[in-house]
């Protein structure tokens, strides 16, 4: 059965730091390419980090130079780090592992960017 478990979320002040992790499980996690999206409240699901198979990264414009996604493969996980975060960052964050046509979501952990 596969299991992508995402974890780290919280509440954070803007400026702050969060990182996000998503631990699978039931899949061979080296070969899928991992992904970060998020959903903010009345808004479309948006990509928002990619780590490729063979570790290339592409980010959305919107988290360029603040967030870093990063896989370890030993431990079937990948993370996103968040840095500088701001208001319009809160959303669910959702990680996503794709190989070919298949694909596997998590349930989400929830980030608020509040003061």
Request: aromatic residues 10%; contains cysteine.
């Amino acid at each position: 059965q596969v299991q992508l478990v995402e974890s780290g979320g919280g509440l954070v002040q803007p400026g702050g730091s969060l990182r996000l992790s998503c631990a699978a499980s039931g899949i061979t996690f080296s070969t899928y390419t991992m992904n970060w999206y998020r959903q903010a409240p009345g808004k479309e699901r948006e990509l928002v980090a990619t780590i490729t198979s063979g570790e290339s990264t592409n980010y959305a414009d919107s988290v360029k130079d603040r967030f870093t996604i990063s896989r370890d493969n030993a431990k079937n996980t990948v993370y996103l780090q968040m840095t500088t975060l701001k208001p319009e960052d809160t959303a669910v964050y959702y990680c996503n592992a794709k190989r070919f046509t298949i694909l596997f979501w998590g349930k989400g952990t929830l980030v608020t960017v509040s003061s």
